[in-house]
């Protein structure tokens, strides 16, 4: 799958490694949409490329609900290759010989920006379940924060898949002067009720397991089942019937005939367990329900009325992507940014992409996107010169 | 933003090897915005945009196409022109084309007056079925004509709707359309007599007559 991927289509590669490694920045205080206020707030990020003399070639990457600020190159420190680095490198879509390349850890992660797994200045101890509830609003506040801080003025795009794809819609809509173009992927400007449920269930495996003890899991045992079975259930959504079908089919695991017990039977129950308790090691619990949340309340069209009334102030070029066979972020919402934004008549590119992967396609379908992407940075860059 | 220098006008005669093209690249003012209807892979729009300084939009059925188009820069969206204009507010464009697309509609009177509605001007090229070539066509085979321009099996045309030179100017006339400019041609050369006959493609800049 995704990351597998990445790491073989890494090491086919002949070319050298491009060795990254993550910066923090620390800012006094962050104001939040709930009205609370977090203070300190902390920022890692890593970059690839260089910024130009005119600062008018920065991108900022942002990245889905799992993911964190190694988008690409090899890390140095777990070296292990950035969750999108087939799209960011030398001669890539994300052309770091061309662009300057950011992503940074989103508010409430658990990979180096301040999350419920960060210490509270206050008491000494974990935020856990006492941090403030965040949104897609206040990851993109902090993610200005940062740009500011490094002296752009404005962003050459804004793009990511996902609820990457929700941050670069409110980059746009929320700081119509900081950015130029945006691509969003396989995203939506509001959940729907299914989309809802999903993470619900999530959220709810984490919280029914007796470990996460109301989030007071830190230095003990964390609610690794729940969590697990959380991410089992987000990895059935990312993949496709079609895809499930390749993958796996019917087939057993190490095993002629069945068990007759509740042992892995079929390869996709091996998988899902493994993908499961790997995820435990990489990612933190209440992170989860945090993030998730905030993906929820994401809403777009909230306080417009309309989405083309959301879009009024947008001014960036847009170029939106759906995927054929994702039906967890289906095309029509796509249709729907673009239909607003052609209501609004911005400047709009949409494609469908044939693919089988579901919503994993962001992350694998890469020869495409990269025509695309490549061609759509390049004008929106000679409009910008 | 500063557009690139107009290339010499010579180079428009020569446009991508398509009359129609070369038509339209002279009728449009440079600095327009212009939405192009079943744009293709974007060739018309991206020449447009490189060479008059426009803001190109498009919008094309074919995800293959979109693709393509995207990938040279130009702005296109995948959709049906049937449907899709609907969101557009009135009169976004300076100009519509609908470049050998309206026979290719399944309701092309809704779409010419949707293009009309979202544009000043409509720019509209359409392949002549009355050129003498397709009537000898079909008056000696005794089947469905194919030449140059209709080179297709009946059962594998995209062309659903066949119209002439005359039956343009009738639904001008029903729509009230104000019939701006009108280019009769035959392979690259313009024609002037009896362009029903002799003309493989039309090409109208057409207005509402209210404009």
Redesign the interface.
């Given at each position: 799958m995704p990351e597998q991927r990445l790491a073989a289509l890494w090491y086919d590669e002949k070319t050298p490694a491009m060795v990254v490694e993550s910066n923090v920045v620390t800012f006094d205080c962050i104001p939040l949409d709930s009205g609370a206020t977090l203070a300190p707030v902390e920022v890692a990020y890593e970059s690839y490329g260089e910024l130009n003399a005119q600062k008018t070639n920065a991108i900022l990457v942002l990245h889905a609900f799992s993911g964190d600020a190694h988008a690409a190159g090899i890390n140095h420190e777990i070296g292990k290759p950035g969750w999108w680095d087939n799209m960011i490198g030398p001669g890539k879509a994300f052309d770091t010989d061309k662009y300057f390349v950011l992503c940074s850890n989103v508010l409430g992660g658990c990979r180096g920006t301040t999350g419920p797994s960060s210490m509270n200045p206050a008491t000494g101890c974990p935020y856990a379940m006492s941090f403030p509830v965040i949104t897609i609003g206040d990851m993109v506040r902090l993610q200005k924060m940062l740009i500011d801080s490094l002296g752009i003025e404005r962003l050459l795009s804004v793009t990511g898949g996902s609820m990457g794809g929700m941050q670069a819609l409110e980059w746009a809509v929320a700081y119509p002067d900081r950015v130029v173009s945006a691509i969003p992927i396989a995203t939506t400007t509001r959940h729907s009720a299914q989309q809802i449920a999903f993470n619900e269930v999530g959220r709810q495996a984490v919280m029914a397991d007796l470990d996460w003890s109301e989030g007071n899991y830190y230095g003990k045992k964390p609610p690794a089942r729940g969590l697990a079975v959380a991410r089992m259930v987000g990895h059935i959504t990312y993949m496709s019937d079609d895809s499930m079908r390749e993958k796996f089919g019917r087939r057993l695991r190490g095993k002629e005939n069945f068990g007759f017990d509740f042992d892995v039977d079929f390869e996709v129950e091996s998988y899902l367990r493994y993908r499961g308790s790997e995820f435990v090691h990489r990612f933190d619990a209440n992170s989860y329900l945090y993030i998730t949340k905030a993906m929820d309340y994401f809403d777009l069209v909230n306080g417009h009325g309309t989405l083309a009334a959301a879009f009024e102030a947008a001014r960036a070029r847009f170029l939106v992507i759906s995927f054929s066979s994702d039906w967890l972020y289906p095309s029509y919402q796509s249709q729907e940014i673009v239909r607003a934004l052609r209501a609004r008549n911005c400047d709009v590119a949409y494609v469908e992409l044939q693919s089988n992967y579901g919503h994993d396609a962001f992350l694998v379908d890469v020869a495409e996107q990269t025509d695309l992407i490549r061609g759509f940075l390049a004008s929106t860059y000679e409009k910008v010169q | 933003?500063t557009a690139p220098a107009p290339k010499p006008q010579p180079f428009v005669r020569e446009l991508l090897g398509r009359s129609d093209y070369t038509i339209i690249g002279e009728i449009v003012e440079p600095k327009t915005k212009v939405l192009d209807l079943g744009c293709g892979d974007g060739e018309l729009l991206a020449w447009l945009a490189q060479n008059k300084g426009v803001?190109a939009?498009g919008v094309e059925i074919s995800?293959g196409r979109?693709?393509r188009?995207?990938?040279?820069?130009?702005?296109?969206?995948?959709?049906d022109i049937d449907e899709g204009l609907a969101?557009?507010?009135d009169q976004?464009f300076d100009y519509v084309i609908l470049s050998q697309t309206l026979q290719e509609t399944f309701r092309p009177r809704k779409v010419l007056r949707e293009m009309l509605r979202v544009g000043r001007r409509g720019i509209v090229a359409f392949p002549n079925y009355g050129h003498w070539r397709v009537r000898l066509s079909m008056l000696l085979s005794g089947r469905a004509p194919k030449t140059a321009l209709f080179p297709y099996d009946w059962y594998e045309s995209p062309n659903i709707h066949f119209l002439t030179v005359h039956d343009f100017e009738d639904l001008a006339a029903l729509e009230h359309l104000k019939v701006e400019r009108r280019y009769f041609l035959s392979g690259a050369r313009k024609v002037t007599l009896f362009p029903n006959l002799l003309a493989e493609v039309a090409v109208y800049l057409v207005s509402t007559s209210a404009a």
């Open positions: - | 933003m803001d939009r995800g979109v693709q188009a995207i990938a040279r820069g130009v702005s296109v969206y995948q959709g969101d557009y507010p976004a």
